[in-house]
């Protein structure tokens, strides 16, 4: 199993098994990005998809998506704070 120093996360963690984004931003969340953090993301991905009514097939809302994908995982904010601590799934 390969492992990646998780930017979101900060820690050694299992890797996504292949890109899970098309073109550089795919290769990136690939190299850097992991698995429990692809699983934050997705969580964060249908709140966007409701929130602004979009249909995942449409260019522009792929286009919005990675815009918030790579805030999320590279954006100034995308570090968690200090000591967090993801709450457990229900």
């Given at each position: 199993m390969r492992t990646v120093h998780c930017v979101k996360l900060g820690q050694e963690l299992?890797?996504?098994?292949?890109?899970p984004w098309p073109g550089p931003l795919g290769q990136r969340i690939y190299?850097?990005?992991?698995?429990?953090?692809?699983?934050?993301?997705?969580e964060r991905m249908k709140m966007i998809l409701n929130e602004y009514r979009l249909m995942p097939w449409q260019k522009e809302a792929q286009d919005i998506v990675a815009k918030h994908m790579e805030d999320f995982f590279f954006g100034e904010s995308a570090a968690?704070?200090?000591?967090?601590?993801?709450?457990?799934a229900k």
């Open positions: 299992p890797g996504l098994e292949e890109a190299d850097s990005v992991s698995q429990e953090a692809w699983a934050m993301w997705e968690l704070p200090p000591g967090y601590t993801p709450t457990p």
